[in-house]
T-cell receptor, first 113, second 112 residues
Framework: EPEVTQTPSHQVTQMGQEVILRCVPI?????FYWYRQILGQKVEFLVF????????KSEIFDDQFSVERPDGSNFTLKIRSTKLEDSAMYFC???????????FGPGTRLTVL | DAKTTQPNSMESNEEEPVHLPCNHS???????IHWYRQLPSQGPEYVIH???SNVNNRMASLAIAEDRKSSTLILHRATLRDAAVYYC?????????????FGQGTELSVKP
């Protein structure tokens, strides 16, 4: 069964460093999302990406964040200058249709020291 | 986005049915009712969704009240693997981007 994969599973970085979180969505899906979950809190929407551009983003997704689909298979989330409060689980999701079910990856745990 | 209200936690015994309630009194006619769950240390996982009629799939059943102001997710025989946080989410047909808005959900524990 196809699945969404994410790498790395755990990333530790120093405050102020850039990180890139990688995702491989399911191959025939067209809609791509990033969510995050701070420890003990609810899952929060970050960004929706479709047709090679951001279609919607949340207030969390400020100019320190960017997304890219560089090669038609990978989908990346970049944080330019990490802050302590960026420490969270980051989940990638993809979907074949706008209101279809979303398939989530296992997440990347980002720890900012 | 219309809000949902769920109990913070519920307990069940293994192999017994579980009924997880969700209130959504401000639901609009164009809102679908979706359920996702999140197993420990995993990403959320789709369970089921419906609009007006009750729905069944291999994982669960969804019972929707006639006035659509509440719904119940039914796990027919809980297993230890069903211990998770269950989220009831409303998604409008015209939801820009199809984003999921998660609440706190119901943490289901299953006792052997």
């Amino acid at each position: 069964e196809p699945e969404v994969t994410q790498t790395p599973s755990h990333q530790v970085t120093q405050m102020g460093q850039e990180v890139i979180l990688r995702c491989v969505p399911i191959s025939n899906h067209l809609y791509f999302y990033w969510y995050r979950q701070i420890l003990g809190q609810k899952v929060e929407f970050l960004v929706f990406f479709y047709n090679n551009e951001i279609s919607e983003k949340s207030e969390i997704f400020d100019d320190q964040f960017s997304v890219e689909r560089p090669d038609g298979s990978n989908f990346t989330l970049k944080i330019r200058s990490t802050k302590l409060e960026d420490s969270a689980m980051y989940f990638c999701a993809s979907s074949p249709g706008l209101l279809a079910e979303q398939f989530f990856g296992p997440g990347t745990r980002l720890t900012v020291l | 986005d219309a809000k949902t209200t769920q109990p913070n936690s519920m307990e069940s015994n293994e192999e017994e049915p579980v009924h997880l309630p969700c209130n959504h009194s401000t639901i609009s006619g164009t809102d679908y009712i979706h359920w996702y769950r999140q197993l420990p240390s995993q990403g959320p996982e789709y369970v089921i969704h419906g609009l007006t009629s009750n729905v069944n799939n291999r994982m669960a059943s969804l019972a929707i009240a006639e006035d659509r102001k509440s719904s119940t997710l039914i796990l027919h025989r809980a297993t230890l693997r069903d211990a998770a946080v269950y989220y009831c989410i409303l998604r409008a047909i015209y939801n820009q981007g199809g984003k999921l808005i998660f609440g706190q959900g119901t943490e289901l524990s299953v006792k052997p």
